[in-house]
Nanobody
Framework: QVQLVESGGGSVQAGGSLRLSCTASGNEYTLHYKWYSMGWFRQAPGKEREGVAVIEGDGTTGYADSVKGRFTISQDAARNTLHLQMNNLDSGDTGMYYC??????????????????????RGQGTQVTVSS
């Protein structure tokens, strides 16, 4: 099994920053998913799900065009915690943010998979609200 627990969401003014975290655990995570791609996606009411950022097992990263230059995905050295640093937030970033265990895929494949809801494991999400 894979357990993913997100934290760090909240309310912030436009232009502000937030840092999301996702703690991963479980036998299947430790034995398999830990060594491959992990990502973040978001869902806002009335909007399509959007894959936001992916980090591959070798540290290669990929981002949606909408967040490039503003968001940074990272992972701790033990590969048990995933982070998403979000800077210069705007109202379009409002939504529920989820982390996902993606398996052995590239960053581009992972972004597409999350957008298409083709993922095996995700957390319960953390809400981000940006007010203008």
């Amino acid at each position: 099994q894979v357990q993913l627990v997100e934290s760090g969401g909240g309310s912030v003014q436009a232009g502000g920053s937030l840092r999301l975290s996702c703690t991963a655990s479980g036998n299947e995570y430790t034995l398999h998913y830990k060594w491959y791609s992990m990502g973040w996606f978001r869902q806002a009411p009335g909007k399509e799900r959007e894959g936001v950022a992916v980090i591959e097992g070798d540290g290669t990263t990929g981002y949606a065009d909408s967040v490039k230059g503003r968001f940074t995905i990272s992972q701790d050295a033990a590969r048990n915690t995933l982070h998403l640093q979000m800077n210069n937030l705007d109202s379009g970033d409002t939504g529920m943010y989820y982390c996902a265990a993606l398996g052995q895929v590239t960053a581009l494949q992972g972004l597409a998979a999350m957008t298409a809801s083709r993922i095996a494991y995700r957390g319960q999400g953390t809400q981000v609200t940006v007010s203008s």
